[in-house]
């Protein structure tokens, strides 16, 4: 995950970068959120399809922190339950905007190339173009 959050975002200097690093904390928190060492992290089985959804839910984080739209909308709500419910439902939104543009070919590919780039700022379009849709 740091390789990727490097290709991604460099050194974290700047807002994508500070995304990506925010995302990777949440992806962790998320997953392994009950190891307390780096061993407890190491002793956990991880699959392809493990690696694939780290992927995915570190895209979905990511983009979820690019996007200004999200907290624009969820500080116009004054009910704190239908702003979690909000939350939740543009989460999803984002996570499914990933897997649709989630390649096959995810982990092989150069994420700090061309293919990776578009993949992310494809997603990103698609999440836009979703939420606006959202109340």
């Not at 009950?34 to 992290?41: G, I, N, Q, V």
């Not at 419910?85 to 939104?93: F, G, H, I, L, N």
């Given at each position: 995950m740091?390789?990727?959050?490097?290709?991604?975002?460099?050194?974290?200097?700047?807002?994508d970068g500070q995304a990506a690093r925010d995302a990777v904390c949440d992806v962790l928190d998320e997953l392994f959120r009950?190891?307390?060492?780096?061993?407890?992290?190491e002793n956990e089985a991880t699959t392809r399809n493990d690696?694939?959804?780290?992927?995915?839910?570190?895209?979905?984080h990511y983009i979820y922190n690019r996007v200004p739209v999200v907290a624009e909308r969820l500080s116009t709500i004054a009910d704190p339950e239908a702003a979690r419910?909000?939350?939740?439902?543009?989460?999803?939104?984002i996570e499914d905007c990933v897997a649709i543009r989630l390649p096959e070919k995810a982990l092989s590919m150069d994420w700090s190339g061309p293919d990776g780039r578009a993949v992310v700022e494809d997603a990103l379009g698609l999440a836009y173009q979703a939420l606006e849709g959202l109340a």
């Open positions: 740091d390789e990727l959050v490097t290709q991604l975002a460099g050194d974290g200097g700047d807002l009950d190891a307390d060492s780096w061993d407890d992290l690696v694939v959804r780290l992927l995915e839910l570190f895209l979905t419910r909000a939350d939740r439902q543009m989460r999803q939104v």
